[in-house]
C-alpha cells in the first residue's frame, strides 16, 4: 500500500513546496514529490486505496485481454490454413 503511505505523507506538507526535509523516510528526488503531489496530494486514504485496487484490476484485465488476442490470432492462422 505504497499509494496509502504516500497520501499519508503528502497530506502532512500541504502548502511547503518542496525541501531536503519535507519526506526524509522516502529520499525522493523534486520530480518525484511533485508527481506524488499531484497524484495523492488531494486525496483520503480510503480514496488511494480505491484507486489502488482499481488501476491493480485494470492491470489484471489488460492482461487478460492481451493473451486472449494471442489466443485469437493463433486459432487464426491455424484455421486460415488449407489443408
Do not use: C
Not at 40 to 67: F, P, T
Amino acid at each position: 500500500m505504497a499509494q496509502v503511505s504516500r497520501s499519508i505523507a503528502l497530506r502532512q506538507f500541504p502548502l511547503r513546496p518542496y525541501n531536503e526535509r519535507a519526506l526524509p523516510a522516502a529520499r525522493n528526488q523534486r520530480a518525484t514529490f511533485y508527481r506524488w503531489k499531484e497524484k495523492y496530494g488531494g486525496m483520503e486514504v480510503s480514496d488511494a486505496r480505491k484507486l489502488h485496487a482499481l488501476e491493480d484490476e485494470n492491470r489484471h484485465l489488460k492482461h487478460i485481454v492481451a493473451e486472449l488476442t494471442l489466443d485469437i490470432a493463433a486459432l487464426k492462422g491455424v484455421l486460415g490454413k488449407k489443408w
